[in-house]
């Protein structure tokens, strides 16, 4: 893959597309890992004299404009944390995209509006893809990939882009590949996963691939409850996705029969309504009451992933392991957290709200080998499978 250093930038129009999610709480942004993440590059071709234009997406906003999920907040940091004014463009391919690209000078910085605005930027389709991607490249003359949070992702900005304009890779992609590839090669043994979050169908299929290659796999989070189900018991109102339970019964039956361990929750904080203040408590995680929904793993289940995690050699978690953004939920994310730390193995956080939640909870980010970006993107990378946005700048 080229790096940016093979690039002569001086005076040209960079396109840059980076992984600017982060987590938002009324319009205010509760933590700002990704957009320090994606400072160092920005920053390299600003000294070099390009004229950088950023480009990322915020949420799910599935193709429609939708204010709350506007980029602007991200231009107003991203212009604090780099000491420069960040031309914020209010549309993706517009005239008020050509119109901040046309005007940068040397070193200065845009931000256009996110992309997934735009229906063409997750489409299946590649000729609908292919013309969201004709109108960014034509904003620029180089492409430089930087979100690795989205290189799984075959979007318009990860994949098509780069396939139109002369490109290389930022010192984000090239820093995050580089410390996956350990966990891809002789990893030390025991080798735990833990997986939790909300992504849930996005999730699930990676333990296909997992249950070859880890030793035990801890199932947290949102995840749970579809497992639960999978064995006979009831969820409530969790989060549960019907249509996996087969795939999870299979992977249940597989690790038996590989000698697999699956750790799952023992009890849970079954909670009256999705908020901090409803009613809550800690039930076992085979008697969750129909009227409730399962936000955390339980006190003895955070004490049971901490001892199956206390010998691992290596460690790999993506996905909080409740709703950590409200305190009463928190403990359990906080308790694999220690664990992580306490079992002094190679240990590797992937994920936006992961990282997010490591921060928040108050941990040293230094306590732990490697925080990436990515969550869904580590995981399939580790499941070796080919990443559409690396693809597309190793071509
Ligand atoms: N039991 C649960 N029910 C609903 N949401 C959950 C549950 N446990 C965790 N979450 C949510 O999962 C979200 C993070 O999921 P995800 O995006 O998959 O993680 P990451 O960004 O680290 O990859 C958090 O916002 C958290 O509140
Ligand atoms: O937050 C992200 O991924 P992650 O939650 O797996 O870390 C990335 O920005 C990708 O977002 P997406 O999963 O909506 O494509």
Redesign the pocket.
């Known amino acids: 893959m080229r790096t940016i250093d093979d690039l002569d930038v001086a005076g040209r129009r960079v396109l840059v597309r980076a992984?600017?999610?982060v987590p938002l709480e009324d319009g205010r942004i509760t933590d700002d890992g990704?957009i320090r993440a994606s400072l160092p590059t920005i920053e390299a071709l600003r000294t070099r004299g390009a004229r950088v234009i950023v480009c990322a997406?915020?949420?799910?906003p599935k193709g429609q404009v939708k204010p709350e999920f506007s980029l602007a907040p991200v231009a107003r940091r991203l212009g604090e944390l780099l000491g420069t004014d960040v031309t914020f463009a209010s549309d993706v391919v517009g005239d008020s995209a050509r119109a901040a690209a046309e005007g940068l000078a040397d070193g200065g910085v845009a931000l256009l509006e996110n992309l997934?605005f735009e229906p063409g930027e997750?489409s299946k389709d590649d000729a609908e893809r292919g013309a969201l991607a004709d109108r960014l490249a034509a904003l620029a003359e180089i492409y430089v990939g930087d979100?690795f949070?989205?290189v799984?992702?075959k979007?318009a900005s990860v994949y098509d882009v780069p396939r139109r304009l002369p490109h290389a890779a930022g010192g984000l992609i090239a820093a995050e590949v580089e410390v996956l590839k350990r966990l891809t090669e002789d990893v030390e043994r025991p080798y735990a996963v833990a997986l939790g979050?909300s992504?849930v169908s996005?999730?699930l299929g990676v333990i296909d691939n997992l249950l070859g290659k880890a030793d035990r796999i801890l199932i947290g989070g949102g995840m749970v409850f579809t497992f639960l189900k999978a064995q006979g018991h009831e969820v409530g109102e969790s989060l549960l996705e019907e249509d996996q339970l087969d795939t999870v019964r299979d992977y249940l039956r597989r690790a038996e029969e590989t000698g697999v361990e699956f750790v799952l929750p023992v009890d849970i904080v079954a909670a009256t309504a999705f908020a901090a203040d409803a009613d809550h408590a800690v039930v076992a995680a085979d008697a969750i009451p129909a009227d409730r929904l399962g936000l955390d793993i339980g006190p003895e289940s955070g004490k049971l992933f901490a001892s199956r995690l206390a010998d691992a050699r290596t460690v790999f978690w993506?996905?909080p392991m409740g709703v950590f953004e409200m305190e009463p939920y928190s403990h359990g994310t906080r308790a694999v957290a220690q664990g992580l730390i306490d079992s002094g193995a190679f240990t590797v956080v992937?994920?936006?709200?992961?990282?997010a939640a490591v921060r928040r909870l108050g941990f040293d980010e230094a306590a732990f080998s490697h925080i990436?970006?990515?969550?869904?993107?580590?995981?399939e990378y580790l499941e070796g499978k080919t990443l559409p946005g690396l693809q597309a700048l190793e071509d």
Do not use: E, Y
């Not at 992937?350 to 990282?355: E, P």
């Open positions: 992984d600017l999610n990704r997406h915020l949420g799910r997934r997750t979100g949070g989205a799984h992702r979007h979050g992504k996005d999730k993506n996905g992937g994920g936006g709200d992961s990282a990436s970006t990515g969550g869904g993107a580590s995981l």
